[in-house]
């Protein structure tokens, strides 16, 4: 099982001093909390995408590019990636890219997003959400899998002959997620193309993310891809952690009162009591995310988000080092003991490529470009 | 005899208030004219007063917490609704107005409700025909021809209230349970049923 951390890059004024980061300074502290989070042993990083403020994050491959370069092993991902709004043809360039630079070490999880204004600014509308996320992933798909696509749709220009450069790293494209939290067209998708399901599971009563999770189980069975317990699952959760759980009480509660999401709603108690949130001890931290396999079944992925809401990159680090010490090795321990052995672990580029019978080169040679007439062969004499 | 369920919203804010007497008199006369038409009726009510926090919290964080959540259910798998709000400047309150704002939008579609509000002055009374109608008609329910507006001056009369209002009662109460008795019992449609279409013809479809 893999355990790692997401992040939103939200910029928020932190409640206790009313100082916030410049985005100069949240996003160094982003950098410093991805490599750390290899540094205590956790296996992913997965970062958001936004193009509006609080949120800094509009560039997602330029950063985990920086990210991959600083870093040994740590698998990089999404939180999510605009599947509605971005070019699928340039989700297959960059990631693809990424793939190269990482050595493999990428996946994608694919996300609607749920900010009406962010459409129109690239050029489509709200009101095709699920449209899009079907049309540009299926076309996405073709693009990492066939060399040269021919291909025409609703939402964007068609393409002739197009090749997507640079193909994904030894023939195998990254492996994709796709994240929502309540539409059940979304875990259709995953299911269907046997691709992984990631709940953010976070914001909502643990009964819906059930739901959800069985159903897409139910329907990856449906299309063949193997039984409903070996379905592809991962899922967030919220933590704040001292040695001393009223410690860890009182020192969130002034983040979680005024956090962008739920502050100024519901209080503390509640909202721990409604979603997966646990503030509290490690050994709290500990039940509370074994207690999520009684209700979602054997899952792959684990990712914690720890550095919202305002919280100083100080604090962020000390989580850190309580997950790497206290936490996540007892959870890979107990999680692992109860793991059937029919049920696979999340598929990581060497599963992938192992599973496609080895690495192929599929580079694909210009037979000769338009302009000069002249061949990469003839290029390289 | 058939059976079917009647759900109360009453957005009452003061113990006793005349908004949930109205409601009362309405689920009372409902039941009577449902039994004379050979059903028997179960009622739940739900006081909008007791799920304020709860509304107020579902509106931040976009789910509705246990307490709410049974309301909202009870409501949602009710065969018929009664719905009764005090007036507040020139129409139902916040409180029942939030309630239905988080309600799912399908949730009240096809659904026999009756209206009722209250006020100090009848001049308040084309409220029901200018602003909960409207909302119903948007939620497509199936909203009964009469509502029913109860003023100061009809409780004027004593606990069995003015003949005109008992009359007023009564033939709503005939006409939502017409509209109840004639529907087969409710069955909330799941959404996650195993979808009628394959993800291909979704596909196929853009």
Redesign the interface.
Known sequence: MQFGIFTVSDITTDPTTGRTPSEAERLQAVLTIAQKAEEVGLDVFALGEHHNPPFFSSSPTTTLAWIAARTEKLQLSTSTTLVTTNDPVKIAEDYAMLQHLAGGRVDLMMGRGNTGPVYPWFGQDIRNGIELAVENYALLRRLWTEDVVDWQGKFRTPLQGFTSTPRPLDGVPPFVWHGSIRSPQIAEQAAYYGDGFFHNHIFWPAEHTQRMVEFYRRRYEHYGHGAADQAIVGLGGQVFMRKNSQDAVNEFRPYFDNAPVYGHGPSLEDFSRETPLTVGSPQQVIERTLGFRDYVGDYQRQLFLIDHAGLPLKTVLEQLDILGEEVVPVLRKEFAALKPAHVPDAPTHASRVAAAGGAKDTTVHAEGDSVTGRTAEAATR | MSTRTLAVVSAGLSVPSSTRLLADRLTTATVDALRERGVTATVEVVELRQHARDL??N?????A??PL?DAVGTVAGADGLIAVTPVFSASYSGLFKTFFDVLDKDALTGKPVLLGATAGTARHSLVLEHAMRPLFAYLRATVAPTAVFAASEDWAGGDAGTPALTGRVHRAAGELADLVAARPPAAPAD??A??GTS?ED??K??
């Open positions: 107020a919290d509106l931040v964080t976009g789910f917490n246990e959540r959404p996650f195993d979808p993800f979704l596909l479809g853009l």
